[in-house]
């Protein structure tokens, strides 16, 4: 519970902290930060030093020499390396406040539903050692469902698929609470990996995460094209076979298919989740569908294949990229009617 002696005051902060991107809220500001949740380290003698957070460092993934790395602190919504996560929300903090120093924000940090006590707890570690002065948790889902407009506090159920870079959240919502969730650790990263992994089995040429990111992007699709081979993207990696750089051409149904596989995954968790909860509420779904938020609502035709496998209505929400940050930030706007929401 939210106490009411919160009294949210300017400069308060909505942290949606996510495996792929860091998005902050600031009360009467709205997003001000949304970046790359990276961060380029330097060893030198057994020492770590940041050396770039967010954007800039996101650039050097894939280019650094030995003695520099450029990592993501967050593995599958949750904080892989607290140092460097500390280091991150520091940075991101100090931006916010356009390099003002000692300031001690109250947050929302937004967590994935499935996390445990202990994955929640480091979260808010590390908030508080970024300098927080107070550290409530909210759920993805929620915020994600909060973000797209969802009539969360009704007696009526709502069903959100919150697709991120790390994980995947799926939830019924109903009277303010979560009925049902499962987290799957199959989401953005995921479908990176497997189409960097099709492209060295089938073409013998490496490519990196950036690269099998733009591919995602351009050409990937979760139904594949009706007609012939769909569209065509470059692709530019190194051959295996000759050690030398080789550019080639990937198609769409290409994509598609080797895509199948973690898509359908997404498909069972909704199917599953579904299937454990009260007709009641199956009913209000059935009126309104499904609600797809997070980076991988984007993915090509993914509602499309959602709504022949289901049966139900699927929408992408309007702005799904930062839903989870509109949410929470909605939660500290509006702290009085939302307050409940959150845990402490």
């Known amino acids: 519970m939210f106490p009411k002696l919160f009294g949210t005051r300017a400069g308060d902060m909505a942290i ?4 792929a991107n860091t998005l902050v809220y600031m009360k009467g500001r709205g997003i001000v930060i949304n970046e790359p949740s990276v961060v380029a380290i330097l060893d030198a003698g057994g020492t770590r030093r940041v050396l770039e957070v967010g954007e800039e460092a996101n ?3 894939g280019r650094t020499p030995g003695n520099i790395r450029a990592i993501r602190p967050m593995r599958t919504g949750v904080i892989g390396d607290f140092e460097v996560a500390e280091e991150m929300l520091k940075h991101f903090i100090r931006k916010a406040y356009r390099r003002r120093l000692l300031v001690h924000p109250r947050m929302i940090v937004s967590v994935p539903s499935g996390a445990t006590k202990v994955e929640r707890r480091a979260i808010k570690d590390a908030a508080d050692a970024a300098g927080a002065s107070k550290v409530y948790l909210i759920e993805e889902p929620m915020a994600a469902a909060i973000g797209a407009g969802l009539p969360v506090t009704e007696p009526s159920g709502s069903m959100i698929v919150d697709i991120g870079g790390g994980t995947t959240g799926i939830a019924i919502l109903s009277l303010g609470g979560i009925v049902n969730s499962r987290t799957l650790n199959v989401a953005g990263y995921r479908l990176d990996e497997v189409i960097s992994a099709y492209i060295r089995r089938a073409h013998n040429v490496a490519v990196g995460e950036t690269t099998a990111e733009r591919i995602k992007i351009e050409i990937g699709s979760a139904l594949r094209p009706r007609n012939g081979t769909g569209r065509t993207a470059e692709v530019k990696g190194f051959d295996l076979f000759r050690g030398v750089p080789r550019a080639l051409e990937i198609t769409e149904r290409e994509i598609a ?6 898509v359908g995954a997404i498909i069972e968790g909704v199917k599953q989740t579904l299937e454990q909860i009260a007709p009641e509420l199956s009913a209000d779904i059935s009126d309104r569908g499904i609600v797809l938020t997070g980076g991988g609502a984007l993915l090509g ?3 499309t294949t959602l709504h022949l496998s289901t049966g139900l209505q699927v929408r992408i929400a309007e702005d799904p990229l930062t839903c989870g940050a509109i949410g ?3 939660v500290l706007e509006e702290h009085e009617v939302l307050s409940d929401f959150l845990q402490d």
Request: proline share 5%; glycine share 10%; hydrophobic share 35%.
């Open 328 to 330: 929470a930030g909605r």
């Open 59 to 61: 650039r050097m993934i």
């Open 301 to 303: 035709n993914l509602d």
């Open 257 to 262: 298919e080797c895509l199948a596989e973690p």
């Open 16 to 19: 949606d902290l996510g495996t």
